[in-house]
């Protein structure tokens, strides 16, 4: 690029029009001028050739995607991750801040994710390694999408289920089972205080747990434990599949009595939920298949952040995430950034209900209510229900009393000294 080519993919951010672009924070190690390699980054996602040859034209400020900002933070001599083929340079890490005007995609998630996650961007000259951090949308980008039906206060009317977690439970074994048994386990966990009992994601369709005869039975035991407790209780069947089943799937577990669905987000897609979205009736919840291999890595990839914000834009009202704790190598920081997507303001769309997970029990319950900071979030333990001592009746009891414990102030491990199923789980899973 010449000094007039970078200079027209660069941008002073005030003299912008806010509501027109999209905001993207990136982290890059670049080789050469880091001026010149973020201006290609801004380049190759937009414009890219911004004009014919031998023709007076220039397609930059109406279509260019710009360098808002620029921080060089520091010098390798070496990359952060192996590469092939070796890059053998020296690399400046950089934060770039991108603007990127929305009208060359519009309101659609499979071309937004093209723009700024796909050839232009990780594949933009002198830069090979480079992470999306961060997406802004103004509320011009957002008016465009539903989001979330119910939301986070939503879920909290339509389940009676106020001033506390959701407790969520992982039916398990988790793909092992034919209906029956599966369903005795849901009904004598939601005996004990559960409030969703749920597919894992794995299990879908099979030959030995057919999803018609399995939420055929779960719905029975849901209306049975309802009529049992008083209260509402929420069969969670999950309709992963092709995207050309996923609304007769809905159709025939909510017909059965399933009152809400779960989607692998990512393997499925992004624009198929969105279309499932508007098809629904019931609450529509998120899992992270996929999504690790795509961030896990600190300098490629996406921030799982990103992906936050865009499953509950195409219209998650739950989204479960990886939780606390080292089962999940996941950095604390990064489970909060995602809690925070849920449910920071987002023009018009609705917060969502976020759920962090993994190798969760009565235990592990004041930690993680400690971190999140609310009681705004789903807990979903699978063995700390399902592999309980008591059972399962008793693993959720267990739950309930450890939330007792945290609502009065009083330490969970003393207040398990009057409670047998608390005081077992602490013993199982502390």
């Known amino acids: 690029m010449t000094t007039d080519d970078i200079a027209g993919f660069y941008a002073e ?4 029009d806010a509501d027109a672009h999209l905001l993207l924070d990136y982290r890059i190690e670049c080789t050469g ?27 930059r400020p109406r279509f260019a995607a710009k360098v808002v900002d620029l921080e060089v933070e520091t010098v390798l001599h070496g990359t952060s991750s192996p590469l092939e083929p070796a890059v053998t340079e020296p690399l400046s890490v ?33 830069i ?22 119910f939301g986070l206060t939503g879920l909290r009317d ?9 407790f969520f439970g992982v039916i398990k074994p988790n793909i092992g089972l034919a209906p029956e048994p599966f369903a005795a386990l849901g009904l004598a966990a939601w005996r004990g205080g559960l409030d ?3 597919d894992d994601e794995m299990l879908a369709d099979p030959d030995w747990s057919p999803i018609a005869e399995r939420s055929r039975l779960l719905g029975a035991a849901r209306r049975q434990a309802e009529q049992e407790t008083g209260v509402p209780k929420v ?5 992963t599949d092709e995207v050309d089943r996923l609304a007769d799937l809905h159709d025939t577990v909510v017909g059965n009595g399933a009152n809400a669905v779960m989607v692998n987000a990512l393997p499925v897609g992004l624009s198929a939920v969105r279309a499932l979205r508007k098809h629904a009736t019931v609450p529509l919840v998120a899992h992270f298949p996929v999504i690790a291999a795509m961030s896990r890595l600190p300098s490629f990839g996406v921030h799982t952040r990103v992906l936050t914000k865009l499953q509950r834009l195409a219209g998650f009202d739950v989204i479960i995430m990886p939780g606390f704790g080292p089962r999940m190598m996941t950095a604390e920081d990064e489970v909060l950034e995602c809690i925070a997507a849920c449910t920071e303001p987002m023009g018009p769309i609705k917060p969502a209900l976020p759920v962090p997970g993994g190798s969760d029990s009565a235990a592990t319950l004041e930690r ?6 609310s009681a705004d979030f789903g807990f979903v333990p699978g063995r700390g229900v399902f592999s309980h001592p008591h059972g399962p009746t008793g693993g959720a009891a267990s739950l309930r009393q450890a939330w007792d414990a945290i609502a009065a102030g009083v330490p969970v491990a003393e207040h398990a000294a009057q409670h047998a199923e608390l005081a077992a789980a602490l013993a199982a899973f502390g």
Do not use: M
């Not at 339509?158 to 959701?166: S, T």
């Open 13 to 16: 951010l005030s003299q912008l």
């Open 33 to 59: 001028d880091p001026r010149t390699a973020a201006a290609h980054l801004a380049s190759e996602q937009s414009t890219a050739q911004w004009r014919r040859v031998g023709v007076d034209e220039d397609y």
């Open 94 to 126: 950089c934060r770039v801040r991108i603007a990127h005007p929305h009208a060359n995609f519009g309101p659609r998630l499979p071309n937004l994710l093209s723009a700024v996650l796909g050839e232009g961007a990780f594949f933009a000259p002198g």
């Open 128 to 149: 090979p390694l480079v992470k999306l951090l961060d997406i802004e949308f103004p509320d011009a980008f957002l008016a465009h999408f539903d989001g979330p039906r």
């Open 158 to 166: 339509l389940w009676q289920i106020h001033a506390r977690p959701f």
């Open 196 to 198: 969703i009992a749920k």
């Open 235 to 239: 069969y969670l069947a999950n309709i």
């Open 368 to 373: 993680v209510h400690a971190k999140v900071g």
